[in-house]
């Protein structure tokens, strides 16, 4: 199974247009307010952290960037050959490494798994991006390359968000600049149920070993110069069998226990 041409040509329409400086698409916030406070949650839950690292779906490659100075090997990969050029424009200095990958391709998954070996991942919305007889495939890629030692870290936008991108999306002058680009080129985030994750990933053979939830920020701002943060959650997912882990989280995203 492969994604549909419709889907594959959205994305690479949606990145072929995006343009080149920081921050210019809505997801693309920097660093210190998406993946730093990711990996305050992910590493304490690394089985194995020498692991090596695949950003799945790594977009401009802004979060990469950030986890190869964390990790010894990186590899930035995304279904647009278009993301993956923009990724590698972005890194001159080849902190990362970037190739294009399309997660419902059991063969090309499996490939890259052959040549890595387990890996730990970070993704972030690419569930809820995906079309919804993709998103069985895509966890099912998460597993096989996670295999026995790897971990997932996976943050996708809560129900919640759905009624707040709505809301930015029908005010007096219409969608944020930075968000008539998702709807231009027909993708639809917030469209999966909160408590499909969990299922999806347990019909993979994976384990949700913590959760939690943890506004993601945007690049966008309110008319007022507020930063937006869409509702979202996190998992870590693994192949270890036993119940959920749960994490208590405070006001401000901090994690008061492990995963």
Request: net charge negative; with cysteine; charged share 25%.
């Amino acid at each position: 199974m492969t994604v549909t041409s419709r889907y594959l040509g959205a994305w690479e329409g949606f990145w072929r247009d995006a343009p080149d400086e920081p921050g210019a698409v809505i997801w693309d916030a920097e660093a210190a307010l998406v993946a730093e406070r990711h990996l305050a949650l992910f590493r304490p839950g690394l089985a194995d952290p020498e692991l090596p690292v695949v950003d799945l779906g790594c977009g401009s490659g802004t979060q990469t960037r950030f986890l190869a100075g964390r990790f010894g090997r990186v590899l930035g990969v995304d279904l647009s050959e278009a993301a993956v050029e923009l990724a590698r424009r972005n890194d001159p200095a080849g902190l990362a490494e970037y190739a294009r990958l399309d997660a419902t391709d059991a063969g090309a998954v499996r490939a890259l798994h052959d040549r890595l070996g387990d890996v730990n991942l970070y993704l972030r919305g690419v569930i809820h991006q995906s079309d919804p007889g993709d998103r069985g495939p895509v966890a099912e890629a998460v597993a096989v390359l996670a295999g026995r030692r790897g971990r997932a870290f996976v943050v996708e936008l809560a129900e919640a968000a759905k009624r707040v991108l709505a809301d930015l999306a029908g005010g007096p002058a219409g969608p944020p600049p930075k968000l008539r680009p998702v709807f231009a080129h027909g993708l639809a985030p917030a469209e999966v149920a909160d408590g499909a994750f969990t299922e999806l990933f347990g019909a993979a053979g994976l384990t949700v070993l913590g959760s939690g939830d943890l506004p993601l920020a945007t690049t966008e701002f309110t008319a007022d110069g507020e930063r937006i943060e869409l509702p979202a959650r996190w998992l870590l997912v693994g192949a270890d069998k036993g119940v959920e882990k749960g994490v208590e989280k405070s006001a401000d995203g901090g994690a008061g226990g492990g995963a």
